[in-house]
């Protein structure tokens, strides 16, 4: 064999590897992408849209889930979920006599369900980002009640609105107090891929 033999079959192996590691970081970008997708549902397409590219939104969401590993989640007692359940009904009958303060009571009710289940009591923006990774179907329902509740607090919310804000906060609601929360064990377990 002479030199030129040997240099051509060194670069061929070359570009095969490196097609080789191509491929293989696509699939693993692409089982990882899926799996993001799967795990947050309509949380993945508005990341994507908020961060303005999938690697970034991707990042954050790992990064979410990552934070959200570290806090203890627990499910809700039986007697918690009675007394939550009668703190919502109360919120309701609040509705028909002052549909403001019926907001501002249910907002409040959901911040203090979040403590009982274990997420921390940060700002709003932390809030939905921890609610993205075990509630990610519902999560919208929390932002859409929050701008309405802005909007009640400016006094720019008419009843309608508030009603729209106290169905958001009910969908959020019964998703916290009805859904059984995952053992740390399982949780830990469903790990995304790095």
Known sequence: MNDTTTVIIVL???VVAIALIAVA????????????KRRFGPEYDRAILFFGNPAR???ELAAREKRMARFHLHELDDVTRQRFGTAWAAVQARFIDNPAQAV??????????????????????????DLSVAHP????HYRAAH???ESNQAGQANTEEMRQAVVHYRALFTELVDRR????????LRQLPA
Do not use: W
């Open 181 to 188: 929360v995952a053992p740390p064990s399982e949780r830990t």
């Open 25 to 36: 970081a696509s699939r693993q970008s692409r089982s990882r992408r899926l799996a993001l």
């Open 12 to 14: 061929l192996v070359g």
């Open 57 to 59: 939104a991707e990042r």
């Open 137 to 140: 179907n519902v999560v919208q």
């Open 147 to 149: 701008q309405l509740a």
């Open 104 to 129: 501002v009571a249910a907002n409040d009710l959901i911040k203090e369900v979040m403590l009982a289940i274990g997420y921390p009591a940060d700002d709003f923006d932390q809030r939905t980002a």
